[in-house]
Each structure stands twice: as C-alpha cells, then as structure tokens.
C-alpha cells in the first residue's frame, strides 16, 4: 500500500510538472506569436478567432480583446464578405491557404489587401481539427505599385502605338522567318491592305508588284548574316517613288536573333532635290564655263582686230593710192576682203563674249520680223512651211535692232539646215509675265514683264550631249565646211548683252525650239530721220590720236593727213596728256582706244574734256569695256567706232563727230 502511494504521488508530481511546462511553453508560444512583426491570427473550427496577434491588431485596427471569440467574418468587407468566408471555410475541410488573396476591413473602414498562409492543428489523432493558423501579410501598396506600374505600361504602351501608327515612315517588324508579326498603319495606306492580310506574310509577298527591286528582298538575309544595320535606296518604277529602306536585327535578352525590323521611308522630295541642286552645279559650271570661253574669245578678238585694222586699212589705203590697171590691184583688193571675212568671225566671238557695243533702241519684235519675213522665206526655201504668228499688240523690248536681226537669221537658219526634207518652221512672238514659281523652273530668268521671241521647227532635234555645247564656239555638228560654229554662240552672246534669257527645248526626232526671253520697256519707238550718207570728209581741225598699237597710229595718221588734218599722236592716256600740255593750239577732236596699258581711254578723255571743253571724244576698240556697255556714256557726244577701222567709217564718223561740234558751239 505504502508502494502504491508513493507511485501514485510520485505521478501525479509528474503531471503536475508536465502541465506546468506545458502552461510555461503555451505562454512563451503566445508571447512570440504575439510580438513577432507578421500578423497571425488563430480560428476554431467554428470560425471563432482565439488568437490575434499585435502585428494583427496594427493591420486591422482591432484590439485582441475586441476580436477574441468573434466570428472572423467581422474582418472581411460587406462586399466580399461571402467570398472571402468561402476561401476560409475550405480550410476546415483539411484545405491550406497558399497565397490566397483575401481583403481585411480595418475598423476605420479601410480595406486592405492581405495575402493569407495557413495551417492546420489537428488533436492527437491527428484527424480531428482543433484549429487553424494564418499568416497575413499586406500587400497593398504592393498592389498599387504594381497597378500604377501596370496603368503606366498601358499608357506607354498606348503611346507607342499611337507613334508607331502615326509615323509616316512603313515599320514593319518581321520574325525569324521573315513573317511580318506587326506594322503601322503607313504600310496599309501604301499596301492599301487591312492589318490582318498584312500580317504573316513576308517582304518580298507584299511588294510583289510595286516595282520593288528584286535585289532588295535580300537585305533581310543580309541583316541576319551580319546582325548589323543596313539600308540601301531603291526606286519603285511602277509607283515613281524613291525608298531609304533601313532594316535593324532584333535581340531577344540572351542576345538571340528573333526578328528584324524595316522602316521605310519616302524620299523622292530628296531625290528630286538631289538632282535638281546637281542641275543646278551643272548649270553654273556651265555657266563659268561659258564666261572663261567667252573672256578669252575676247581678249583673242580684240588683239585679232588690231592686226585686222592693219591689213583691212592699209590695204585700203593702198588701193585708193594705185591705178585701176595696176598689176598688184587684184592681190591687193584680195587681201582687203579676205581681212574683212576674218574680222566679220571676230565679230561673232565679240558677240559671244558679250564685248560688243550695241546701239540700243527702243524696239518692236514684231516689226522686225515682218521686215524680215520676205528675206527668211526665200532663205528657208519652198520645201519648208513657214508660219508666223504674232500677238498683236505687244510692247517694246530696248534691242540693238541689227543684233536681232542676227539673232533671228542664226535661228532660222539652223531650224532649216535641221530640216533637210522638208518640215515645218514656226516664229512666235509673244508676251510673257514671269512669277517667282516661274523662275524657279527657269533659272537665269529674274520675275518681271517679257516679250518671247520663239523659233520652232520639226526637224531632227539634239541630243542631250549637243545641248551641253551648242553654244560653245566653234562647237559644230555640220560637216567640214558647211558652218564655223559661231552662230549658237553669237546668238547666246547677244541675247545676254540685252539682259535676256534662252531655254531650249529639243528631243532627237522631235524638233527644236528655242525661245527667247527680253525684258519689256514701257518706252514708245521713236520715229529715225534718214540722213545722207554722201558727206565730204576733208578737213583742218587738229585730232589726236591715243593707241597702244603703232600700227593702228600710222594707220589713222596715214589716212587722215591727206584729208587735211592736223594729227597728234601718243602711244598711251599719260603721252597724249603730255601731248595735250605741250601743244598751243585747240584740240578738236580725239580719237582714242578704250583699253590701254595704264591709264584707260575713259578715264582720258574724261581728263581732256575738263582741261579742253572743246574736245569731241570718238571711242575706237575692239572690243568695249564691260562699264560703257553697262552703264552707258561716260562722257558727253562719245561715239564708237568698231574695229577693225574702214576707211569709210573712220573718215565719216570723224567728219560728222566735228561738223556736230561745230553746230553744238554756233547754238
């Protein structure tokens, strides 16, 4: 019995122990569970809350004490409360919540968002639910990055596909088969297909037919060889449209080729620019071209007009001076015109060079063609219908009236020699009113009122290499012997000495036309008196005579003594003002050369003129300076002479130079 006892003290000691242990391990679980930083919470079986920890009672608002033995469907919003009971109620059937989303309603009626683990405790059978453990964790600011992240995506996305859209360049995005998986909405205008027949096709599918060159259909192959960017231009025949055409590989994040892209871009604009600045280029090396031609066909002129002063003048001279019979008469008149031929293509290069002096007058187109017409007809022949159409009124142009005539006859006569079976030949006149959009088509013209003179015939017509040099001189496509190649050439010189312009428009078995361009003045014609041609050219009056060439001097002293001048002489501007200082009696006339060493012939007799007021000027030269052309008379009563001096000329134009000094004093 004794035994027993102490068995049964001893146990029950035991039990007493163990329960203690139990209680000391059941509250040390409790403090932890109840100070630990992650919500948990503990319901029984009958979904009554048992346990609700601090970090619980921060995210809820809820005191312990205020939830313990409470259903936990106080906790859950009225708007997904029964939701909410439903995902809790799986776990009293042995079901576990991994990451279950379930909203909480914090007291200040604040939902939040908690991701919700769970537990079972089962009794000692191990079947029986006791309860279970939940660990809430609050995801909601998780959440509304997430959402703010994912609205930013959206909208970025949304953006980038508005670009995408609106970009006028074609994008198109093609997989590793070369399938097209995206595009804009760029390709479908130009395609004019919908997006869906668009999509899975290939490059070479969807141009079939647009003129895209064959070779370009290989730049995918190419940008997938060397994972590189390439572009290359192309130009769509059937649609007339030039393309940049620039295709990128695509990376995935292992960098593996998964695509490319394509963007294609219009620049016909560029292309037609490009071609229109290389014209441009074109036209002013030409241009340069055309004035380095033409300073040098001038300065040859005029040493040539020298030389051809001499030969033409003393060879006049020599035949006044021999007998009608004599034996060397023949050689003598031979060598005169063959001078005079030669100084008549030296005239052609002056008009070339645009060093010429043109008597400018107020001038009707229209009369001079009609003048001409009976003299253009026999020269075309009867082979050639000849039409002329006028406009009628039309104003004036200020014109060297002779000048055009050459112009015109240079024209017509290549319009006909064109035309050697017969063909029609066309001379228009008419007004022309010029814009700035005009001029941008024609370059070299300026805006403003014009008067067209055009020549059209039906004859064989130039090729664009002709083109570049018909108005080079010399430059012929007749053969030997049938043309010097200056008429072009004059032609072009002429026409830009009167400020005007020249288009031309010629296809090979398409004829030619030329038109010509000359400002309008608004000033009237003025009515010529006839004067007698018949004049006697003696006389006393004193001359001097400034040329750097002795030949030229000799020649005018050897011409004008006979007649009973008095001539001075000097071989340049600082001689002859020497001349002038040394000489006592009057000076009436002076006779100088435009262009000399040193002083120039202007400059001169501008100097003479204010030390001698009595002193006439006649201006000879082979060529006149570009500032008398432009600018007009420097001096009072100046005239020109042309070179090579005639002996008609030079003794007429001295004569009537003085006699008109003499009318100017006695008034």
Not at 23 to 47: E, Q
Not at 264 to 291: N, V
Not at 402 to 425: C, H, T
Request: net charge negative; charged share 25%; with cysteine.
């Amino acid at each position: 019995m004794k035994v027993n006892s102490f068995m049964v003290a001893m146990l029950n000691q035991s039990s007493l122990r163990a329960k203690s242990e139990l209680t000391r391990a059941r509250d040390y679980l409790g403090k932890l569970i109840s100070h630990v930083n992650a919500p948990i919470i503990v319901w029984d079986p009958k979904c009554r809350i048992t346990l609700f920890n601090h970090a619980f009672e921060h995210l809820t608002g809820y005191s312990a004490d205020e939830v313990i033995s409470r259903e936990l469907t106080m906790l859950f919003p009225e708007t997904c409360r029964e939701e909410s009971m439903a995902k809790i109620e799986r776990t009293l059937s042995g079901e576990c919540l991994e990451s279950v989303e379930i909203p909480i309603l914090h007291k200040e009626r604040d939902v939040r968002i908690v991701l919700w683990n769970s537990a079972n405790i089962h009794a000692e059978d191990g079947k029986t639910l006791v309860a279970t453990i939940a660990h809430g964790q609050d995801i909601t600011e998780r959440l509304q990055i997430e959402e703010e992240f994912i609205a930013k995506l959206i909208k970025a996305s949304k953006e980038w596909k508005a670009t995408f859209d609106s970009a006028k360049d074609m994008i198109l995005m093609l997989d590793r088969d070369s399938k097209v998986i995206k595009t804009n909405r760029a390709t479908t205008v130009f395609l004019d297909r919908p997006f869906e027949e668009i999509l899975g096709k290939s490059f070479s599918e969807l141009f079939k037919g647009t003129g895209m060159p064959v070779n370009i259909f290989s730049l995918t192959a190419e940008v997938k060889a060397s994972r590189e960017h390439q572009e290359q231009d192309v130009y769509l025949h059937e649609r007339n449209i030039w393309f940049l055409i620039a295709a990128d590989p695509i990376f995935d994040d292992t960098d593996k080729l998964i695509g490319t892209v394509h963007i294609l871009r219009d620049i016909t604009d560029l292309k037609i620019a490009e071609k229109e600045k290389e014209e441009i280029q074109s036209h002013l090396l030409q241009i340069d071209k055309m004035d380095s031609i033409g300073r040098l066909a001038g300065g040859v002129a005029h040493d040539l007009n020298n030389m051809f002063t001499t030969i033409i003048g003393f060879s006049a001279l020599t035949l006044k001076r021999l007998p009608e019979d004599h034996a060397v008469r023949g050689f003598v008149k031979t060598i005169c015109e063959t001078g005079e031929k030669a100084s008549a293509l030296t005239r052609q290069l002056l008009a070339f060079s645009r060093k010429q002096v043109l008597e400018m007058k107020v001038t009707n187109l229209n009369s001079v063609i009609v003048n001409m017409e009976k003299m253009l007809s026999r020269l075309i022949g009867e082979d050639i219908a000849f039409e002329l159409k006028t406009q009628m009124p039309i104003r004036n142009v200020l014109a060297d009236p002779s000048q055009i005539d050459q112009v015109l006859m240079n024209l017509v006569v290549n319009a006909r020699d064109a035309m050697p079976d017969g063909g029609r030949l066309t001379i228009e006149t008419k007004e022309r009113e010029l814009k700035e959009d005009d001029v941008l088509i024609h370059r070299g013209l300026k805006p403003g009122s014009y008067v067209m003179l055009s020549v059209t015939d039906t004859g064989e017509g130039m090729s664009q290499e002709v083109q570049k040099k018909m108005f080079e001189p010399f430059f012929t496509t007749k053969e030997k012997g049938k043309g010097t190649g200056m008429g072009l050439s004059t032609l072009y010189g002429i026409v830009k000495q009167h400020n005007g312009h020249i288009l031309v428009d010629s296809k090979l078995g398409h004829g030619t036309e030329f038109d010509i361009y000359l400002p309008v003045t608004e000033m009237a014609v003025q009515e010529e008196n006839e004067e007698d041609t018949l004049i006697n050219v003696e006389g006393t009056e004193t001359i001097l005579v400034v040329d750097d060439e002795p030949s030229i001097r000799k020649l005018v002293i050897h011409t004008l003594q006979p007649l009973g001048y008095h001539v001075l002489e000097a071989p340049s501007a600082e001689e002859a003002l020497k001349v002038s200082d040394f000489f006592e009696g009057p000076i009436h006339l002076l006779l100088t050369d435009v262009i000399m060493t040193g002083m120039n012939g202007v400059r001169f007799a501008e100097i003479l003129q204010a030390r001698r007021p009595e002193a006439r000027t006649i201006f000879m030269s082979g060529y006149t300076d570009e500032t008398i052309v432009n600018y007009g008379v420097l001096v009072p009563d100046v005239v020109f002479i042309h070179k090579p001096l005639t002996y008609t000329v030079l003794t007429q134009r001295v004569r009537q130079v003085l006699d008109a000094g003499r009318i100017a004093l006695a008034t």
